[in-house]
């Protein structure tokens, strides 16, 4: 049995998924396989931001992902403990996730959505059905890649079903590794890494026990524990929530030389009860305990040829900043459209090599940020004064001159533990880091961004904490607030899920017989949409005005992964010559020839 597909997507988890989802819509012919029976059977990744929220806005689903989502600043603390039972033994707590009072406005205004905290299995169960609502959706779970390689016309694969034994042939004319941190398509096709694997071994354990009584007075999604004689950078280990506050995941770190971990349910129970000084009868049920480690690499290029590399295939790092599935889920939103446009002969190749110009130099930066969050973490156990091998009594020692000595000493070490503190914000409130990637407008390979002449605008503050929006050629298109019919609406909102919009002001009548004329020649989904005073989207706040940073007269193309593809400040005098010039660097084709072929 043979099979031809346009893309054959390899892994089934949130990139493979999401990625099947957007080109089944843009009517991209997919095949996607995974080697496991289903969906992933625990939590695993859980913070959702709020970039990730708008794409599953983009794509209908953000309404179920909310309904099966703790709204992550409700949980909104990280508490710092040396005993979950006794709240006298907690060391700090910090807000996070937008939560506290410095904060809750930056996210507000940056997003029409929030960040929820959704654990991975459910998070996939609500992918796999939104994408199977397609008729000709075709996921085959159980199925194993057996050899893949790139031929002159397309993608050979070679497939498994592993309940049969049974083997079949895919032809297709992309394919897509999705499969993961040993991703097999990364290394049949060998695709180079830089960093380093296996920094760290840790084991997590999925509980079902009722910690109400000790977490939800102080609501966190994270309750990091930290004991004497451990210097790790979890700690002791960190409860996250999963299900409030009846469910949870236990990290723990651990020495593969000083013996593997006991991960049967007996020995699972009583190292949650020593870490978490639980009470003897408190029930505990074991979920899940599965063993993984912490890696620190990034593919050097996402792009061989006709293969490509997305989410954890391409990126691996710890999840102490929980950007992992994010990033993921956002490369799939960069390459689907892509993909759309090369398949139906819309756009040139060259468009594939700009998924890989601008998503490598952001997964590398991810992984980068990710261990640094990482050392920033294991910071605070070191000035706690907690060593390895050092004994209870010397660590409860260093804590009580930590917070009771009234000497120069002691208060220079709370002074150094409130600054370790604040580095935290760095993992847990990196809004400028989830919201204000840029792409490069100025990359010659790169043809996904035109560029306007105009040099990005310089940042004012801590891009990591603190998103400045622009609409500068290679930004995300920024959120406003307008109104339509008396309805409220973000412009994020707008355009039409899997086209290209055109943005004009009040001088915007020529741009729509020049997107008219174009949207024709180049056979592309391109929509014209009014934004401002008694515009069709009425800017009633100004909002809008406010960001544009172009004049009534001129036009912002935004991408249908919601990035701007380039801007005229001010109507030219011609507009339809510019804004065919900007269709033709982004596809790499000539309209008139395009229109002929079409």
Partial sequence: MDIETDVLIVGA?????????????????????????????????????????????????????????TVMNTVGNFVLTTNLTDPKQEIARHSCYGAGADQISNFAKASPCGMMNIPQHLLEQILLSRAREREDSDIRFYSEL??????????????????????????????????????????????????EAKLMSMLSTWLEVDLTEYTAYRPAAIYWLLHPGNAYWVGSGTCVIVKPWAEWILNRQYEPEDGEPDTSDEGVIEHSRKVLSLPADLPIRVKDASKWQVNNIAAETYRHGRVLLAGDAAHRHPPASGLGSNTSIQDAFNLAWKLALVVSNRADEQLLESYNRERQPIGKHVVSHAMQTLYNMAKVPQVLGFQRGQTIEEGYASLEELFSADTPRGEARREEL???????????????????????????????????????????????????PTTHPGAYLPHAYVEKNGQRMSTLDIIPHGQFGLLVGIGGKAWEAASAQ?????????????????????????????????????????????????????????????????????????????????
């Fill in 13 to 69: 988890g949130v990139t493979g998924l999401t990625l099947s989802i957007l080109l089944g819509n843009l009517g991209v012919r997919t095949l996607t396989i995974a080697k496991h029976r289903g969906t992933a059977p625990s939590p695993r990744a859980h913070v959702t931001n709020q970039r990730t929220m708008e794409i599953f806005r983009n794509i209908g689903i953000e309404d179920r992902v909310i309904a099966q989502s």
């Fill in 146 to 195: 057996v050899s893949i390689e790139e031929t002159a016309t397309g993608v050979l694969a070679r497939i498994r079903e592993r309940s049969s034994q049974a083997e079949y042939t895919v032809r297709a004319r992309y394919a897509v590794g999705a499969d993961g941190a040993n991703s097999l398509v990364a290394k049949q096709l060998g695709f180079a890494f830089q960093g």
């Fill in 418 to 468: 409130e600054a370790v503190i604040s580095l935290q914000h760095r993992r847990s409130n990196a809004l400028g880091l989830h919201l204000g990637q840029r792409y490069s407008s100025t990359d010659p390979n790169s043809c996904a961004v035109v560029d306007d002449g105009t040099p990005f605008p310089e940042h004012k503050l801590d891009p990591v904490l603190f998103y400045e």
């Fill in 518 to 598: 174009v949207r024709q020649e180049f056979g592309i989904d391109l929509t014209v949409h009014s934004i401002g005073y008694r515009c069709t989207y009425n800017d009633v706040l100004g909002q809008w005005s406010a960001l544009k940073e172009i004049t009534d007269s001129g036009a912002i193309l935004v991408r249908p992964d919601q990035h701007v593809a380039w801007r005229c400040i001010r109507r030219p005098e011609n507009p339809t010559d510019a804004l065919r010039s900007a269709i033709r660097h982004i596809t790499g084709k000539n309209g008139s020839e395009l229109r002929a072929a079409l």
